[in-house]
């Protein structure tokens, strides 16, 4: 089965910077390899692009690779159920990847220069009913970030 790496971070939190780390600091490639593995990696996210991330992961069954790494903003409908149309999309993104891949989310809790705005309970709840949560704790900066999450993908792999 193919896996899935997100790295989870909320709008204007450094997910991408962390992930141009990962790629040797290069925003226009667009593989790595990581334990022997070709590794496919998305830096923009649903915040950014949310649609053409869900045509995107459409696409995975029919990839040749199969490992990916993508950045994704854990957009929450409301209780009441009047989710947004970006709301929606996130579930779908997350709904569709989990029907051919094994999904690792390694979680940015706060973001590094406002440590009051972090990542919800709700929000990681709804990440364990999809896969396999990493959270990294504290406020790290771009280089931390990706290190820590270069070795969960390491060990998860």
Request: proline content about 4%; aromatic content about 10%.
């Amino acid at each position: 089965m193919k896996k899935v790496f997100i790295y989870v971070g909320h709008s204007n939190w450094g997910k991408s910077m962390a992930l141009k780390i990962i790629t040797g600091n290069n925003r226009h490639q667009k593989t790595v390899q990581i334990s022997g593995y070709n590794v496919r990696v998305r830096k923009m996210s649903n915040d950014d692009h949310g649609q053409k991330l869900l045509d995107w992961v459409k696409t995975f069954p029919r990839q040749a690779y199969d490992r990916h790494i993508i950045a994704f903003c854990p957009k929450v409908s409301p209780p009441t159920g009047n989710a947004t149309p970006a709301q929606l999309i996130a579930a779908d993104i997350l709904i569709e990847l989990q029907k051919t891949n094994l999904i690792y989310f390694f979680v940015q809790e706060e973001k590094y220069n406002n440590p009051q705005d972090k990542i919800t309970t709700t929000e990681i709840g709804l990440l364990n009913f999809f896969g396999t949560v990493h959270v990294l704790h504290g406020q790290n900066q771009d280089n931390v970030r990706a290190q820590e999450f270069h070795r969960f993908v390491s060990q998860n792999i």
